[in-house]
Nanobody, 114 residues
Framework: QVQLVESGGGLVQAGGSLRLSCAAS????????MNWYRQAPGKQRELVAT???????NYADSVKGRFTISRNNAKNTVDLQMNSLKPEDTAVYYC????????WGQGTQVTVSS
């Protein structure tokens, strides 16, 4: 098992930046896929960004060029740098680890005002 704790959410104006961080309770070295998801009110949870153990990354089309996912296996953290934020990025953001099963954090609220 692994516990995940997100931090870094908040209120920001459109065009601004936020950096989310996900801290894992144990080593993430063996966890191939670390992901960030988000869920906006009334919408389904959607995959925002993925990073593999080898450092390969993938992004939703809506955030490409604006968001960057990174992982630090030594610190057991996964970050999501979000730039040029838009009101439509408003959502609860969840960290996810997939290792035979999915593990989820409690989420952190990101609100982007216009």
């Amino acid at each position: 098992q692994v516990q995940l704790v997100e931090s870094g959410g908040g209120l920001v104006q459109a065009g601004g930046s936020l950096r989310l961080s996900c801290a894992a309770s144990r080593s993430i070295f063996s966890i191939n896929r670390m992901n960030w998801y988000r869920q906006a009110p009334g919408k389904q949870r959607e995959l925002v960004a993925t990073i593999t153990g080898l450092g390969y990354t993938n992004y939703a089309d809506s955030v490409k060029g604006r968001f960057t996912i990174s992982r630090n296996n030594a610190k057991n953290t996964v970050d999501l740098q979000m730039n040029s934020l838009k009101p439509e990025d408003t959502a609860v953001y969840y960290c996810n680890a997939f290792e035979n099963t999915s593990y989820w954090g409690q989420g952190t609220q990101v609100t982007v005002s216009s």
